[in-house]
T-cell receptor, first 116, second 108 residues
Framework: GAVVSQHPSRVICKSGTSVKIECRSLDFQATTMFWYRQFPKQSLMLMATSNEGSKATYEQGVEKDKFLINHASLTLSTLTVTSAHPEDSSFYIC????????????FGPGTRLTVL | KNEVEQSPQNLTAQEGEFITINCSYSVGISALHWLQQHPGGGIVSLFMLSSGKKKHGRLIATINIQEKHSSLHITASHPRDSAVYICAVQASGSRLTFGEGTQLTVNP
């Protein structure tokens, strides 16, 4: 099956710093990657959709200047949380889709961010 | 009212029992997904359905498009099946809308 990795798996940072999370499709090329956020005991919330080589499409209420997404290649997307605050502490999950719209999304293992 | 509703929210079963988790949705969809999230947080895609029924091992997923309802069944449940099971619908494009999940605990 298709494998998606995320790095790091856990990160703890001080308030005001920036954190970069990487999402890689290891054995396939992903035309589209998705970034989700999940708070404890809640479901996943889509933050943004990114296609390789173009600007990400952000969901309503997600600040594009705070959550910078770069999808530089067909196997790598990065999410940078800029000037992180404690309320940004959450579980961030990416998923990758190979091709057509109705293709399966393959999910990464997630990154637990804690901002002190 | 959420676009995607799952029931039950929590389910405890004894090993070997047959388990059913339900998902109802209120919008027209192109596909419905069943996902499994383990305690560590990682998510595995179990099924993607647009009609009928699919089976993988002990897992069976069905969907009734007219009734806007899907079920996930687990036969001969095992403690390793303990996880959160999430229903997600794909209305247009690739965007998924998620249910709140069903926490399944299977006791030995």
């Amino acid at each position: 099956g298709a494998v998606v990795s995320q790095h790091p798996s856990r990160v703890i940072c001080k308030s005001g710093t920036s954190v970069k999370i990487e999402c890689r499709s290891l054995d396939f090329q992903a035309t589209t990657m998705f970034w989700y956020r999940q708070f404890p005991k809640q479901s996943l919330m889509l933050m943004a959709t990114s296609n390789e080589g173009s600007k990400a499409t952000y969901e309503q209420g997600v600040e594009k200047d705070k959550f910078l997404i770069n999808h530089a290649s067909l196997t790598l997307s990065t999410l940078t949380v800029t000037s992180a605050h404690p309320e940004d502490s959450s579980f961030y999950i990416c998923s990758a889709q190979r091709g057509p719209t109705l293709d399966t999304q393959y999910f990464g293992p997630g990154t637990r961010l804690t901002v002190l | 009212k959420n676009e995607v509703e799952q029931s039950p929210q929590n389910l405890t079963a004894q090993e070997g029992e047959f388990i059913t988790i339900n998902c109802s949705y209120s919008v027209g969809i192109s596909a419905l997904h069943w996902l499994q999230q383990h305690p560590g947080g990682g998510i595995v895609s179990l099924f993607m359905l647009s009609s009928g029924k699919k089976k993988h091992g002990r897992l069976i997923a069905t969907i009734n498009i007219q009734e806007k309802h899907s079920s996930l069944h687990i036969t001969a449940s095992h403690p390793r099946d303990s996880a959160v099971y999430i229903c997600a619908v794909q209305a247009s494009g690739s965007r998924l809308t998620f249910g709140e999940g069903t926490q399944l605990t299977v006791n030995p």
